[in-house]
């Protein structure tokens, strides 16, 4: 430890998570024809 109170891992696991989520979510849109249907979306979040 370096004695610095400023010296901290900044990591959100949480919030990683979703940028992760959202990343593949806008991927996929991204890919798709046409709107992503319920049935999709809950897949690709790991919902189905």
Request: aromatic share 0%; glycine share 6%; no cysteine.
């Amino acid at each position: 430890m370096s004695g610095d109170p400023l010296d901290v891992e900044l990591e959100d696991t949480e919030l990683l998570a979703e940028v992760d989520l959202t990343t593949t979510l806008i991927a996929a849109a991204n890919q798709s024809e046409g709107p992503l249907d319920s049935a999709e979306i809950d897949r690709l979040l790991g919902l189905d």
